[in-house]
């Protein structure tokens, strides 16, 4: 499956993806700039994405937990997720993700 990152300069790099795949780890095998600092543990706001529209409601709900996070992910909009919860599955095939301007370290104290 292909899933499209947009980088903040408006490139455009496709990536193969199976399903079962964490998007955030996609990301860091393609290079792309998703820190993950707490590796999964939504501890931090470092592998923020924003989401497509067309995709965002393909996803399950953002937890509570997840929600909080984003608080304090700099650019934050309607349909940012953390690339750390984001599984793949057939139906994300084309997923589009486009990469904030910044990412901010916000882990919690």
Partial sequence: MIVRFIGVDGAVEEARGAAGDRL???????GQPLEGTCDGQMACSTCHVIVA????DLLPPPSE??????DFAPGATRTSRLAC???????LDGLTVRMPGQQA???RR
């Fill in 53 to 56: 529209p067309e995709f965002a």
């Fill in 65 to 70: 937990e997840e929600e909080d996070m984003l």
């Fill in 24 to 30: 955030l780890d996609l990301a860091q095998a393609y």
């Fill in 105 to 107: 370290d916000a882990r």
């Fill in 85 to 91: 919860q984001i599984t793949l599955t057939e139906a």
